[in-house]
């Protein structure tokens, strides 16, 4: 469980920021925490509130044994409120209902605070509702918007918040962790890329769905390889019809940037920094001949816009027909 003593080792800037605002309690109107996956957002949203309100708290570490600190651990404090994204956007209709809560008085202190997950996925509506309420709060308020792309924040947004950037966590100490949780190394260095969260790994790795991805994603390049004019019938029978939706889809894309990725490092002679192959995989041999650096970056740049466009909510189906063409 994440305290302020062993998140200053992680994030030893973000940790500074919001510890001096609450010893000086000069608490911020609204924190914009941005990180990639797994840099601790959740848990550091979690800690914050827990000193906020935790009665039993030693200088600025909360218990987290109390009643409060459970509660607020498992989302059922009356005082703050989550906000998740509904399907592939938080909605207007979301920011509507918490206002209309933060219209009633606070249930057990003066301050109220609401946490917003995967903020990037506000609808403009929805921003802009929530852009009022940052401005003319009914109560004693603090709100903390989590995102892995500041950028998709509309910037009146990011003006009225506190940002906090979490910095990616050191590679190789997070796999030397994962090793000791069990994983192999060759595990370590992949979900070290996919993910800086230990437990979050450790569950990926031993899902047969994920793994099932993995093995598509890899199929892929090897179809690509070794039986080019059968790549778009190995889409249609493997990945499209046995990856089924937006989430599945944006892990397989994940997975073969980092397949493509590997490829440029063995041609670069970086076989350190490999992730997703082994240095002895037949696949990758035959792709560091078969492709030229200018075609694997049109291939990266095409996933990447890929990517883009599935956020979007165009149609994976169609995005996927027209990124194998491009190989």
């Known amino acids: 469980m994440m305290n302020w003593t062993s998140l ?25 925490i941005q990180g990639l996956r797994g840099t601790g957002k959740l848990e550091i ?12 708290k030693k200088g600025l570490e909360p218990c987290q044994v ?51 997950e995967d903020a990037q996925t506000l609808t403009n509506q929805a921003a802009n509702r ?9 109560v004693e308020t603090t709100a903390l918007l ?29 796999q030397k962790k994962m090793v000791e949780s069990n994983l192999t190394e060759q595990q370590s260095r ?3 890329a996919i993910t800086f969260n230990i437990d979050e790994a450790i569950e990926l790795n031993e899902d047969e769905r994920y793994q099932d991805i993995i093995k598509i994603a890899e199929g892929l390049i090897d179809s690509v ?38 490829i440029i490092y063995m041609q670069m002679g970086k076989e350190e920094s ?17 492709f030229s650096k200018e075609k694997l970056l049109q291939i990266m740049n095409a996933l990447l816009q890929t990517k883009q466009k599935l956020k979007q909510n165009v149609n994976p189906t169609l995005l996927m027909e027209q990124f194998v063409l491009q190989l």
């Open 225 to 262: 390889v070794f039986n080019y004019e059968n790549r778009y019938t190995y889409l249609h029978q493997n990945w499209l019809s046995k990856i089924t939706n937006r989430t599945e889809t944006e892990y397989g894309l994940d997975l073969l940037l980092l397949g493509f990725k590997d």
């Open 8 to 32: 200053e080792k992680v994030q030893p800037i973000a940790s500074k920021i919001l510890m001096n605002s609450i010893k000086k309690n000069r608490i911020a109107h609204a924190y914009l």
């Open 274 to 290: 490999l992730v997703f192959f082994n240095k002895t995989d037949q696949i990758l041999k035959k792709a560091v001949q078969y």
């Open 146 to 174: 989590l995102t892995d792309n500041v950028q998709a924040i509309i910037p009146t947004i990011r003006s009225r918040c506190q940002l906090i950037d979490l910095q990616p966590l050191d590679t190789k100490l997070l």
């Open 130 to 138: 929530l852009l009022k309420f940052l401005e003319e709060p009914l």
């Open 190 to 192: 992949l979900m070290s």
């Open 45 to 56: 949203a979690v800690l914050f509130t827990q000193t906020i309100f935790c009665p039993e």
């Open 66 to 116: 109390c009643h409060v600190c459970k509660r607020i651990e498992s989302r059922n404090h009356p005082d703050i409120h989550w906000i998740k994204k509904d399907g592939q956007s938080i909605r207007n209709e979301q920011i509507d209902y918490l206002r209309k809560e933060f219209s009633y008085s606070s249930s057990e202190s003066s301050r109220k605070i609401y946490i917003i």
